[in-house]
């Protein structure tokens, strides 16, 4: 069955440095990835995707890449801000050009930005 | 512009009990998604459902979870029988159902249910 690994720990970095996180999946060629932010008590919220065909996907200070190859994405925040503290959900679809939005999520990573 | 409701917020119920949880999608969606999360893990899927269809039910336990969403009215999550490994988030999500958006869901804030 289709697996999907991500940073177990958090990951704690110093406001201004550039957070990366990794999501790496297996057993499966998703059509597309996406990435959601959670805070606690809330429901996620999207933030990027990207297709299979794209190996970068930029908005604002978040930069998402995809490497079919690796079966991995690298998710990035530029000039973190304590603001971006939260946990971070990659996401893929599981019926390839399906007409559902069928998604599985990782177990997410926490991110801890210190001011 | 609302976004996903979702009520109640927090519910309890005693060992035995019936649990139910609504949703109301976006405005203009016609697509919603049930996920349940525990503690520790990931955003299961549970259930995808049309006005008056269930499209997909393939992440649902095979007892005592049922879910509808009726021409009128939220999309209902029931759970008959409650025990204490029911305790978790409950998440709705809603898609318009077509277009480059519907790849993305809007989520609701979750129901939080405890089992006692």
């Known amino acids: 069955s289709q697996k999907i690994e991500q940073n177990s720990e958090a990951l704690n970095i110093q406001e201004g440095k550039t957070a990366t996180l990794t999501c790496n999946y297996t057993n499966y060629s998703p059509a597309y990835l996406q990435w959601y932010r959670q805070d606690p008590g809330r429901g996620p919220v999207f933030l990027l995707l990207?297709?299979?065909?794209?190996k970068e996907k930029r908005k604002e200070r978040l930069k998402v890449t995809f490497d079919t190859t690796l079966k991995q994405s690298l998710f990035h925040i530029t000039a973190s801000q304590p603001a971006d503290s939260a946990t971070y959900l990659c996401a893929l679809d599981i019926e390839y050009g399906g007409a559902t939005n069928k998604l599985i999520f990782g177990t997410g990573t926490l991110l801890a930005v210190q001011p | 512009n609302a976004g996903v409701m979702q009520n109640p917020r927090h519910l309890v119920r005693r060992r035995g009990q019936e649990a139910r949880l609504r949703c109301s999608p976006m405005?203009?969606?016609?697509?919603v998604y049930w996920y349940r999360q525990l503690p520790e893990e990931g955003l299961k899927f549970m259930v995808y459902l049309q006005k008056e269809n269930i499209i997909d039910e393939s992440g649902m336990p095979k007892e005592r979870f049922s879910a509808e969403f009726p021409k009128e009215g939220p999309s209902i999550l029931r759970i008959q029988q409650v025990v204490r490994g029911d305790s978790a988030a409950y998440f709705c999500?809603?898609?318009?159902?077509?277009?480059?958006?519907?790849?993305?869901?809007?989520f609701g804030s979750g129901t939080q249910l405890s089992v006692l």
């Open positions: 990207i297709r299979e065909n794209e």
């Open positions: 999500a809603s898609s318009p159902g077509q277009g480059t958006t519907n790849e993305k869901l809007f």
């Open positions: 405005k203009g969606h016609s697509h």
